[in-house]
Each structure stands twice: as structure tokens, then as C-alpha cells.
């Protein structure tokens, strides 16, 4: 156990104090807009605020500069007003000491994600490079502009005009402002909503399913904090699905409310559907499984449920019997406690399943089965990393639909701190041991960042200065990709950008265009490398050997080592002059 991971999250937060205020005041400034001074449901404002701040974002993108400065600063602000004046005042339903104790494990929460971040330089993973492009592209209309598969999401034969843009506008929203815009605000702003929005709305989503206010907390706590997923998604740089994973649970709120309407409960899910296409399906699919099975009454439900069943063992048993190596991880495991937790609520509701079985049958449904019309015709509705960023939340409401049916004594506690002084020495003890239980487990080190992910270092930073200074526009760097993603081209179109090393962040550091090229001995001999050529320019490769890219060439006529700095190496080839195409 090491007390200085929720130091160094502190440092972090100091670093970074001033953005967050930022990010803070426009989430805030979307609840104010969304309440208009009335007393409305959390849930409600929450989601919407976030959806409004996001789509004033995407509608300012083509304003001038100093009129997007000027929006973005009268949000900030009056974001902060708001704040000032009445949420902080608002109770959330919980006692007095516990409500205390539970933002005190959000907040330690908060630090022990964050630690990891003072031993970056850049957000891990390829993922976050490509977002962090297409914000600098789109939102702050610097070249290059991005890939095309990233400027659209393909439904079948339609293409909607958005990848992601929820989230990518809040970053721009601070960039606007003149607070900077730097990747790791990408990773920094999502470790924020994992730790702030994610509890709350997950608190309000049990509340609506019928738990107490205690059960509720503990629910919230168990879905962000007791398992691997959501948080490893950081690593990915799957930023825009946990800052869906993070806003579903308020879309399930508002469904769960008998007042809410349907056309309300769908602009949420079109809301939804801007942070990450396949979070808002999921939470589509969850709400069509309950309706259907409300609507349909208990004998016909349960006869689907075990159909649902059936169809789960058939995929299953097919993803094994072609020994993928990812069965076990994403079948077996996580699906088969799935289903032995629904199958266990089965037993416990002899009058129909109940919310957490839709859940969970949605994601099995979902995660197993092949989608059409998505553009991915060979992959389920949810990919695997999805799959797992949502399989906490579908476990966290089967705890907490297990405590309920089995009659647990804090379903029916009331926690409240006008109930008594000895109530209230009662919870204040309780929230005391919970602050300390949760202390001691963020005392051990962060789980969430697996080095294998790390492919900028300070190295790196180094060349892409240099590319900065020197290269010469319009000058073409190379990159590598894995050989494997040659043959997933043509059906992944992501995969041409699929990049090895640090060179994926070439685009966002220096302005620059790039390709990819497969990873293989003699790649100095490959045609494309002078086909890319444009005249009187050069052609610029990435060499890097953390982690392994192209291996350095040897002497070649054409190719000048003009850069080396400990693992990194930049060599240009001067182009012809005559026509594009030549070899030099």
C-alpha cells in the first residue's frame, strides 16, 4: 500500500486545476440552461446540460474566433454563478454525514485515477491520437484534416455528419476560451466524469429503481469503483464511450420515471448517440427489452427470457467452438456470470425479471450478435471494448436488484440525519469506516494504465519538434502500422491510421499529413515511399523503437538520417523535381 498514488493525483489536479474549473462552469452552465430556475430531476438536467453544452459546441464550430471566445466565457462563467448559487445547496437524498462520505470516495476516487497521468506525456493508445486530430481539425480548423472514416458514422447507406462530437466539443470549448488545448486534456476530463457525472447520474438510476437511499450509494460506488472496467478504458483512449458509459445510466433514469414522456426519453438518446452510437444502442436495446416485456405481461416476458437465454448458449457456443482467443476474455467470463446472475434473479422473481436482467440480456444480445446496417457486417452491435466498459454497470444493478429481492435491512434503512442523534452517530461511524475502506484500497497502485498502451515518449516530442521546424509543407511523414492491419483494410477502414508507435501523433503535433505503411524488413525499398513524394519536398519516415517500429535502414542513397534522440529516428528523402512519383 502506497499513500503517495493520491499525492501525485493531486499534483495532477493542482496542474490541471484551472481547466477543470473550466470543464466545471460549462457543465454547469448546461444545468442551469436546462433548468431555467425550476426544481427538476437531477437525472434531467444533468443529461441534457451535457447534451446542450455539446450541441452549442457543434454549432459554433464555422463562428469567429473571438465570437466562440466570447460564448465560451459567458458559459464558464455563468456556469460558475449557477453553481455558486444553487447547486451546491441541493441535497441528493442522502444523510448528511453519509452524502459527506460519499463524495469523499468520489474524490479520493478522483486522485487515484489521476495518478498515473503525472507519468504521462501524451494520452495512451492510438484511439486517443485520432480524437485528438479530429478535435484540432474540426473544432479548431487546423491542418490536416482528418481521415474520412472519421467524419461520419456509416448507417447502412447513410452517413450522419458526426464522429464522437459530443465529446470532442468540450475540449473545444477550453480551447476556445484560450485555456489550451492539449491531449492529455482528453484523458484528464474523462478521469473528471468518471468520477463526478458517472456516480451521481448510476445513484439517481438506482433510486429510480426502487432502492434506498443508502443502497442507492453503495450501487454507484460498486459500479465505478469495484471492478477493472470502466476505468481501463483509459488506457484505450476510449474517451467518447466512457463519457457514454458515463451518461447512460441517465438515460435509464429518465426512462424509469413514470412521468417522463417517449419523445423526451429519445432526445436523450439522440444525445446520447453524439458521445458514442454504440452506448446510446445498448441503452436503446435495454429500454426496447423492459417495454417489451411490461407491455407484453409476465408469462410472455418469461417465456423471452428464456429464449433470450437459448440464443445466448447458441452464440457462445459457437464463439468456442472456433477457439477465437478472445473467448474466454469475452465470452466465457464476463458473460457467464452475466448469465448466471440472471438466471439467479430468475429464481428470485417468480413474477418476471426484472431491470437488471434486461440489462444484462441487452449486452449479451448485443455484444454476441452480428448488427447489419452498421457498416461492420462481420461484428456484433458491441465490440469487445464496449462490451466490457458496459459490463460494470449492467453487474452493478444486479447487486443491486439482488440486495432488494433478498430483503437486505439497508434497503429499508432511512437514512436521514434528522432521524435522531443516535441515527446520525450511527451513519456518521458508518460513512467513516466507508471513506477509510475506500482509503486504504487507493492506496495500492492504479490498475488502469497498462504500459503496452504508452506509445509517446519524451523522445518522441523531440522529433515531432523537429518535424515541426523543418519539415517543409506539403511534405508527407511516414508512419508504421502492424503488418496484420494490411489484410483488415479494406474491412475496417480505421485501420489504414492504425498506427504502431509515436508516430500516430504526428498530425496532431506537427500539423503535418501522414501515412501508414505496413511494418517489414526492407520497407525502405517500397514504391510508395517515392509515389508519396511531392516535388520539391521530401518524404519524411518515423522510426521508433519504443515501442518497435521500422527497423533502421542501412545506408540508402536517398534516405538522410537528419534526426536521432534515444529511441527515435527521423529520415527524410529529398523528392524530385520533375514530377511527382519519381524516384529521387
Known amino acids: 500500500?502506497?499513500?503517495?498514488?493520491?499525492?501525485?493525483?493531486?499534483?495532477?489536479?493542482?496542474?490541471?486545476?484551472?481547466?477543470?474549473?473550466?470543464?466545471?462552469?460549462?457543465?454547469?452552465?448546461?444545468?442551469?440552461?436546462?433548468?431555467?430556475?425550476?426544481?427538476?430531476?437531477?437525472?434531467?438536467v444533468l443529461v441534457f446540460g451535457i447534451v446542450l453544452v455539446a450541441a452549442l459546441g457543434w454549432l459554433a464550430r464555422p463562428l469567429l474566433a473571438r465570437i466562440r471566445w466570447a460564448l465560451a466565457w459567458l458559459l464558464i462563467l455563468g456556469g460558475w454563478a449557477y453553481w455558486l448559487r444553487r447547486v451546491w445547496r441541493r441535497e441528493l437524498g442522502l444523510g448528511h454525514p453519509l452524502k459527506l462520505a460519499w463524495f469523499a470516495i468520489n474524490g479520493l476516487g478522483l486522485l487515484w485515477v489521476l495518478a498515473p497521468a503525472q507519468t504521462l506525456v501524451l494520452p495512451p493508445y492510438v484511439d486517443a491520437a485520432i480524437h485528438a486530430w479530429h478535435i484540432r481539425a474540426t473544432f479548431l480548423h487546423l491542418p490536416p484534416p482528418p481521415p474520412e472514416f472519421v467524419r461520419g458514422l456509416s448507417l447502412g447507406p447513410w452517413r450522419v455528419p458526426f464522429y464522437h462530437s459530443g465529446f470532442h466539443t468540450f475540449p473545444a470549448w477550453l480551447a476556445w476560451a484560450g485555456l489550451g488545448f492539449h491531449p492529455m486534456s482528453l484523458l484528464i476530463s474523462t478521469a473528471f466524469v468518471l468520477a463526478g457525472v458517472y456516480p451521481v447520474l448510476l445513484y439517481r438510476l438506482a433510486r429510480r429503481l426502487g432502492s434506498s437511499s443508502v443502497l442507492a450509494a453503495l450501487t454507484a460506488v460498486v459500479g465505478v469503483w469495484a471492478f477493472r472496467t470502466p476505468l481501463y478504458g483509459l488506457t484505450w483512449g476510449k474517451f467518447p464511450a466512457l463519457w457514454g458509459v458515463a451518461l447512460a445510466p441517465g438515460v435509464l433514469a429518465l426512462a424509469a420515471r413514470p412521468k417522463t414522456r417517449g419523445w423526451i426519453v429519445g432526445l436523450g438518446l439522440v444525445g446520447l448517440a453524439g458521445f458514442h452510437a454504440r452506448v446510446a444502442l445498448w441503452v436503446a436495446g435495454v429500454l426496447g427489452l423492459w417495454a417489451w416485456a411490461r407491455w407484453m405481461g409476465p408469462l410472455t416476458a418469461r417465456r423471452g427470457f428464456w429464449f433470450?437465454?437459448?440464443?445466448?448458449?447458441?452464440?457462445?457456443?459457437?464463439?468456442?467452438?472456433?477457439?477465437?482467443?478472445?473467448?474466454?476474455?469475452?465470452?466465457?467470463?464476463?458473460?457467464?456470470?452475466?448469465?448466471?446472475?440472471?438466471?439467479?434473479?430468475?429464481?428470485?422473481?417468480?413474477?418476471?425479471?426484472?431491470?437488471?436482467?434486461?440489462?444484462?440480456?441487452g449486452l449479451i444480445g448485443l455484444g454476441l450478435g452480428p448488427l447489419p446496417g452498421l457498416g461492420w457486417p462481420s461484428q456484433p452491435g458491441l465490440d469487445r471494448p464496449v462490451f466490457e466498459l458496459l459490463a460494470p454497470l449492467a453487474t452493478a444493478l444486479v447487486w443491486n436488484e439482488l440486495a432488494r429481492e433478498l430483503g437486505l435491512g439497508i434497503t429499508r434503512a432511512r437514512a436521514r440525519s434528522s432521524t435522531g442523534l443516535a441515527a446520525s452517530i450511527a451513519y456518521?461511524?458508518?460513512?467513516?469506516?466507508a471513506v477509510l475502506g475506500a482509503g486504504i484500497g487507493f492506496g495500492y497502485k492504479p490498475f488502469w494504465l497498462n504500459p503496452a498502451t504508452i506509445l509517446a515518449q519524451e523522445d518522441d516530442l523531440m522529433a515531432q519538434a523537429f518535424l515541426r521546424r523543418e519539415a517543409e509543407r506539403p511534405g508527407v511523414v511516414v508512419i508504421a502500422r502492424p503488418p496484420e492491419a494490411q489484410a483488415d483494410a479494406d474491412q475496417a477502414p480505421a485501420m489504414q491510421l492504425w498506427g504502431h508507435d509515436g508516430g500516430v501523433w504526428v498530425p496532431v503535433l506537427t500539423g503535418l499529413a501522414v501515412h501508414t505503411l505496413p511494418i517489414y524488413d526492407a520497407w525502405w525499398q517500397d514504391p510508395l515511399l517515392w509515389d508519396l513524394c511531392p516535388p520539391y519536398a521530401s518524404v519524411w519516415v518515423y522510426v521508433d523503437r519504443a515501442p518497435p517500429g521500422f527497423p533502421p535502414p542501412p545506408e540508402v542513397p536517398w534516405l538522410r538520417l537528419a534526426f536521432a534522440w534515444e529511441n527515435v529516428q527521423v529520415y527524410q528523402g529529398p523528392c524530385a523535381s520533375e514530377r511527382p512519383g519519381q524516384r529521387p
Open 428 to 433: 456518521g461511524l458508518a460513512g467513516g469506516l
Open 308 to 361: 433470450a437465454v437459448a440464443v445466448y448458449f447458441a452464440f457462445a457456443g459457437q464463439t468456442l467452438f472456433e477457439q477465437s482467443p478472445l473467448a474466454v476474455r469475452f465470452v466465457a467470463w464476463p458473460a457467464g456470470i452475466g448469465l448466471a446472475a440472471l438466471l439467479l434473479l430468475r429464481l428470485l422473481r417468480p413474477r418476471g425479471p426484472g431491470f437488471a436482467v434486461w440489462a444484462w440480456a
Open 1 to 44: 500500500m502506497n499513500w503517495s498514488y493520491l499525492l501525485a493525483g493531486g499534483q495532477v489536479l493542482k496542474a490541471w486545476g484551472l481547466w477543470l474549473t473550466g470543464l466545471l462552469g460549462l457543465i454547469a452552465a448546461g444545468v442551469g440552461l436546462v433548468a431555467r430556475g425550476r426544481k427538476r430531476e437531477p437525472e434531467f
